[in-house]
């Protein structure tokens, strides 16, 4: 379910994950993380952006396997420089949210410099000119090459005032 357009601020969406709120219809929960603080990942956090990476050959590749592996398609775009991106690396690295991104996403990380590169991915989902923010994340419907989370992209960019169990939450009331 997606939240209505009227009601899609980051701060809205961020004070709702905080306090555990998933959309209703939800069929999958995301598995609960059992860590209150980004404190409590692992250090360093990653830097997970290839800055020399082919963004379009890597976009392509993992939707392949996305449709391969009947999953959805998670395109990061962020920057190494990002600590809100190194931050959500680092929730997703945990054992149990890295075993649930695993089962149900075809995860891709794309560099976007600083605002300077790779424009062209988040411009075939519609999301033209500079990004609102990062980590952006594109959650796609490979088969189709539908964005599904359209208006919700940015919606990380402010991951470290959230809470891990939050970060969890969000990529899981895509699923639904």
Same mark, same amino acid.
């Given at each position: 379910?997606? @939240? $209505?357009?009227?009601?899609?601020?980051? &701060?809205?969406? *961020?004070?709702?994950? !905080?306090?555990?709120?998933?959309? #209703?219809?939800?069929?999958?929960?995301?598995?609960?993380?059992?860590?209150?603080?980004?404190?409590?990942?692992?250090?360093?956090?990653? @830097? $997970?952006?290839?800055?020399?990476?082919? &963004?379009?050959? *890597?976009?392509?590749? !993992?939707?392949?396997?996305?449709? #391969?592996?009947?999953?959805?398609?998670?395109?990061?775009?962020?920057?190494?420089?990002?600590?809100?991106?190194?931050?959500?690396?680092?929730?997703?690295?945990?054992?149990?949210?890295? &075993?649930?991104?695993?089962?149900?996403?075809?995860?891709?990380?794309?560099?976007?410099?600083?605002?300077?590169?790779?424009?062209?991915?988040?411009?075939?989902?519609?999301?033209?000119?500079?990004?609102?923010?990062?980590?952006?994340?594109?959650?796609?419907?490979?088969?189709?090459?539908?964005?599904?989370?359209?208006?919700?992209?940015?919606?990380?960019?402010?991951?470290?005032?959230?809470?891990?169990?939050?970060?969890?939450?969000?990529?899981?009331?895509?699923?639904?």
């Amino acid at each position: 379910m997606r @939240l $209505p357009r009227l009601i899609h601020s980051t &701060a809205f969406l *961020a004070a709702t994950l !905080a306090f555990g709120v998933v959309p #209703a219809t939800a069929a999958v929960r995301a598995p609960q993380l059992g860590i209150g603080s980004f404190d409590q990942l692992a250090q360093p956090l990653p @830097l $997970p952006y290839d800055t020399t990476a082919d &963004a379009d050959r *890597a976009v392509a590749e !993992a939707r392949q396997r996305a449709i #391969a592996q009947h999953k959805l398609l998670l395109i990061d775009l962020g920057g190494n420089w990002c600590p809100d991106c190194r931050i959500l690396a680092g929730t997703i690295e945990t054992p149990k949210l890295k &075993a649930f991104v695993d089962d149900h996403y075809e995860v891709v990380t794309v560099d976007i410099g600083r605002f300077d590169k790779n424009g062209q991915i988040a411009a075939r989902y519609g999301i033209n000119g500079r990004l609102k923010g990062v980590p952006s994340l594109l959650v796609v419907e490979p088969r189709s090459n539908h964005l599904i989370n359209e208006g919700h992209t940015a919606a990380l960019a402010d991951a470290r005032h959230m809470t891990p169990q939050a970060l969890a939450d969000w990529l899981a009331s895509w699923l639904g």
